[in-house]
């Protein structure tokens, strides 16, 4: 979810540079809200299996990648929006000619691609190994 909510401020940052009409916000807080939404749900849904089938059961696997299907579902679509959204060629020209004019932002920039590439998806809050059950 760290990913999910950095990713929605980093949207809003760039929203900046478009001149979106009040339609086109509230596409985007939707689509934002819809993968926020269902990766909550998708926690909840597998913390309460976990809670329920401590051990290996074949329908606990079922219910977990499902609830994951509908998070992945969510972010297509979202991601969809966001191109149709974003893309302007000319736009993210300028965006990137403004962050690579200020180099405090484009190593700023990097680091924050770093940590979210590479650093995030290592981390595990739960003390035990990533297992499917």
Do not use: C
């Not at 990713?7 to 939707?30: D, E, G, M, P």
């Not at 926020?36 to 329920?52: P, S």
């Amino acid at each position: 979810m760290r990913i999910h909510t950095a990713a929605a401020v980093l949207l809003l940052y760039f929203s900046r540079y478009y001149s979106f009409s009040s339609t086109q916000y509230a596409l985007l807080f939707l689509a934002m809200g819809l993968v926020l939404t269902a990766e909550m749900i998708n926690t909840a849904i597998e913390k309460a299996v976990d809670l329920e089938s401590p051990a290996f059961h074949y329908l606990a696997r079922i219910s977990k990648d499902v609830a994951a299907g509908a998070v992945l579902v969510a972010v297509f679509s979202s991601v969809a929006t966001g191109f149709a959204l974003f893309w302007d060629k000319l736009i993210l020209e300028r965006i990137l000619k403004d962050i690579l004019s200020r180099p405090l932002a484009a190593v700023a920039a990097a680091a924050l691609l770093f940590v979210l590439i590479f650093v995030v998806p290592l981390r595990d809050d739960s003390g035990k190994k990533n297992q499917r059950r």
